[in-house]
């Protein structure tokens, strides 16, 4: 009984160390381009060349990237680096050795990581989008880095260059339901350096990697929802026939 007690109280605990660390920071909504091909081709060169160093996409083979518009030769060419072949599966050659040693864990698999963190607050889409976007500096971590999405994440800014460096500001509110307790609640950020793009590129080139990481997570869900909507058609004009037929072969019996 006592046992069950102190699990109640530790689950009673989670919203509220949740809300203490910013884990519920509000997720802003990803574009939606798995349908755009040229988002998509520029979301596959970004995931090659910032997250593939780390991470891996051990579901994906660098040839199906054909169904995205890319040929062969434009695989070779800009995605291959390090001697794979186009048939190969999307693996990099960090050891989980020195991922550990690095950074504190080994870092998980991409490929279908778009649909691994979906929850009520919002798509996976919806959370890369917003995780990616919201990395600020903090010299108390190991790596220099922080985030609001993912608080104490073990994770650098890989795409700092881009974006530039920025700082949080943060402020202390009353509780709004115990006025003798206080909020550390996010304020706003601060740019230190700017990067290559500015605030409105660097968002653009973000929607374009959470596509490709969208489309990575299923890579025919275009033609599941096509083939669904047809489905549907096909089934109401069934539909409809069946009607009119009954309403035909009944009404010669009255």
């Known amino acids: 009984m006592k046992l069950l007690k102190k699990l109640i109280a530790a689950v009673a605990l989670v919203p509220a160390l949740a809300l203490a660390s910013g884990a519920t920071h509000p997720l802003d909504k990803a574009p939606d381009r798995t349908t755009d091909m040229a988002a998509l081709q520029n979301g596959a060169k970004l995931f090659v060349n910032y997250c593939l160093n780390c991470h891996s996409a051990s579901a994906m083979r660098y040839n199906r990237l054909r169904d995205i518009g890319l040929t062969e030769d434009q695989i070779k060419q800009n995605l291959l680096f390090t001697g794979e072949k186009v048939g190969d599966l999307m693996k990099n050659t960090l050891s989980a050795k020195d991922a550990k040693a690095w950074f504190g864990a080994v870092p998980p698999d991409l490929s279908v990581i778009a649909r691994a963190k979906a929850s009520e607050a919002g798509t996976g889409a919806d959370w890369l989008y917003t995780y990616l976007r919201t990395y600020y500096k903090d010299e108390s971590r190991p790596t220099g880095w922080n985030n609001l999405v993912f608080p104490n994440v073990g994770m650098p800014h890989v795409l700092w260059e881009l974006q530039g460096v920025r700082t949080a500001k943060f402020v202390e509110e009353k509780d709004a339901h115990d006025a003798s307790k206080s909020v550390h609640k996010f304020s706003g950020f601060e740019t230190v350096a700017a990067g290559k793009l500015s605030a409105a590129e660097y968002d653009n080139a973000v929607g374009d990697l ?21 489905v549907l058609i096909f089934m109401a004009v069934l539909a409809t026939l069946a009607w009119r037929l009954n309403a035909s072969i009944w009404k010669e019996v009255k």
């Open 210 to 230: 959470v596509a490709y990481l969208q489309w990575m997570g299923e890579p025919a869900q275009n033609t599941r929802k096509r083939l669904g909507v047809i």
